[in-house]
């Protein structure tokens, strides 16, 4: 499979408890985004890298996230201190970066974060 | 502010029926706007975009501006179409760039 991948693809854990995701894109695309989508609801932006630079934050992303994309290829979304609330899909998009008129974003297939 | 919204959770429909699900959009830029799909167990995948103008698995949709509307439509709708249905607003400017998602429609084709 050439397309996004994600891991893991499901996590449980403890409230408090620190958590990572692995997101890789694919090859060619130099953008790449993080959403998280709950129940009933269509996915939500969390944020954006343009090869290793994040460019932009969502209010959604507090303090106790944080995404890196170092090197501009794979990209982590790390919680900290994980609260019930931080339950969820998170879902990984990359695109074609600026130059390209093909805007599509294509997506992986999601971590299912659990907080119990 | 920069929204989509989609009335309708869930549209059941028969067969061969026709199909029109709901998508409009709120924004004071030029809007580039997109239908995804997720069939069970899958992953979101795009379905169509506004700016191709092109017809996927029989579905179609026109970006009206006047009406700030972006619904899809499918003249006879089959069993394999039953899915989540997303719209889709690019929204990108300076640093930005980022797809603001509607609600989503559960489409059920029934036999």
């Known amino acids: 499979d050439t397309g996004v991948s994600q891991n893991p693809r499901h996590k449980i854990t403890k409230r408090g408890q620190n958590v990572t995701f692995r997101c890789d894109p694919i090859s060619e695309h130099n953008r790449l985004y993080w959403y998280r989508q709950t129940l009933g609801q269509g996915p939500e932006f969390l944020t954006y890298f343009q090869n290793e630079a994040q460019l932009e934050k969502s209010r959604l992303l507090s303090d106790r996230f944080s995404a890196e994309r170092p090197k501009g290829s794979f990209s982590t979304l790390e919680i900290q201190r994980t609260e019930q609330g931080d339950s969820a899909m998170y879902l990984c998009?990359?695109?074609?970066?600026?130059?390209?008129?093909?805007?599509?974003?294509?997506f992986g297939q999601g971590t299912r974060l659990t907080v119990v | 502010a920069q929204r989509v919204t989609q009335p309708e959770k869930l549209l059941s429909v028969f067969k061969g029926a026709p199909v029109e699900l709901k998508c409009n959009y709120s924004?004071?830029?030029?809007?580039?706007l997109f239908w995804y799909v997720q069939y069970s167990r899958q992953r979101l995948q795009l379905l169509l975009r506004?700016?191709s103008r092109e017809s996927i698995k029989g579905f179609t949709a026109d970006l009206n501006k006047g009406e700030t509307s972006f619904h899809l439509k499918k003249p006879f709708a089959q069993e394999e179409d039953s899915a989540m249905y997303y719209c889709a607003l690019l929204v990108r400017g300076g640093a930005t760039n980022k797809l603001i998602f509607g609600t989503g429609t559960l489409l059920a084709v029934q036999p």
């Open positions: 506004h700016i």
């Open positions: 924004y004071s830029g030029s809007p580039e």
């Open positions: 998009a990359s695109s074609k970066g600026p130059g390209s008129s093909n805007t599509e974003a294509f």
